[in-house]
């Protein structure tokens, strides 16, 4: 089955097992794998377009980096909470997967990550290349939904997304907002949302502390994989693909292999993957200095 066409919101008492209080995010932050750490800053200008920049949590305690997030405008990623958190890993997944089969959905991947983000902070237009339900622990978030459409996501910008030749974040007009589906997100709420829908995040002036559970299904896996080859296609070659909405799931399959095919022939550069290197580098210097 898909994934839902709206998106839904739905409880859970993650929240309620003190997995989210300054001592136990501090301690957290102490021991959490560097190198599943991810600091980042935005600034945001007149329209509403975000700006990210991107740092390194150099030699700061637990402590310290909560207090930032705190007051200033910084989001924080602890990826892979699936293998590095399993205490907070375990209650969300359980939660997680009673939600999917009240949707009828079977998920064949999970993957997590903890974020924790200041007062007021804003996260850019953009969509993920997975299913996404979105855990609430702390604070007051509103989300932005959008749908999944062609005005909204074009076919051609999505798939450079896939193909890593570009970032997940999208080109923005404010007059998207008329189509958007807000959310203001409590903790104890998890919310998803339909595959691919672009959205963008407010934090409503408070700290926030969510976590963002990423998940595949066979029918994601060959989609992903099908809007891949059709970016080779259309990107590499210069043929226009039939839009995704009209390929059934036997063209989607097909694609899906020829994507695994092309990715083996590296027919495309990985930018991002070049982005992060020159970044791992930077930081080096950084704290060299």
């Known amino acids: 089955m898909p994934l839902p066409l709206e998106p839904r919101v739905f409880p859970h008492q993650v929240d309620q097992l003190g997995l989210a209080t300054d001592e136990a995010l501090a301690s957290l932050l102490d021991r959490y794998p560097e190198e599943l750490f991810d600091i980042n800053s935005y600034s945001y200008d007149d329209e509403g377009q975000v700006s990210l920049e991107t740092g390194a949590r150099g030699r700061a305690d637990g402590a310290t980096i ?17 293998d590095a958190h399993p205490d907070l890993w375990g ?17 064949i991947k999970t993957t997590g990550q903890l974020i ?8 850019p237009y953009h969509f993920d290349a997975a299913g996404v339900m979105l855990f609430h622990l702390r604070g007051r978030k509103r989300l932005f939904v959008y749908p999944p459409d062609e005005k909204h ?31 203001d ?12 829908a672009p959205h963008r995040v407010e934090n409503l002036e408070v700290f926030n502390v969510s976590m963002s559970l990423d998940f595949q299904t066979w029918d994601t896996r060959m989609t992903r994989g099908a809007h891949y080859a059709n970016g080779v296609l259309r990107h590499r070659w210069g043929v226009t ?13 097909a694609l899906w292999a ?10 495309v550069e990985n930018r991002i993957k070049d982005y992060e290197r020159s970044f791992e580098l930077g930081a080096d210097k950084r704290a060299a200095a």
Do not use: C
């Open 241 to 253: 693909p039939a839009p995704m909405g009209r390929t059934p799931m036997a063209a989607r399959a």
């Open 91 to 107: 209650p969300i997944h359980a939660a997680f997967q009673a939600n999917m089969r009240e949707l009828g959905i079977k998920p």
């Open 116 to 123: 924790l983000s200041s007062p007021g902070t804003k996260v």
């Open 153 to 183: 996501l074009p076919q051609a910008e999505m798939e450079q997304v896939i193909m890593r030749t570009t970032t997940e974040e999208l080109t923005y007009r404010k007059a998207y907002d008329a189509d958007a589906q807000v959310f």
């Open 66 to 82: 909560l207090a930032e997030i705190k007051a200033g405008r910084l989001w924080v990623n602890l990826r892979d909470v699936q």
């Open 258 to 267: 020829a994507s695994l095919a092309m990715k083996k022939a590296n027919l």
């Open 185 to 196: 997100l409590e903790a104890g709420q998890a919310l998803t949302w339909p595959l691919y």
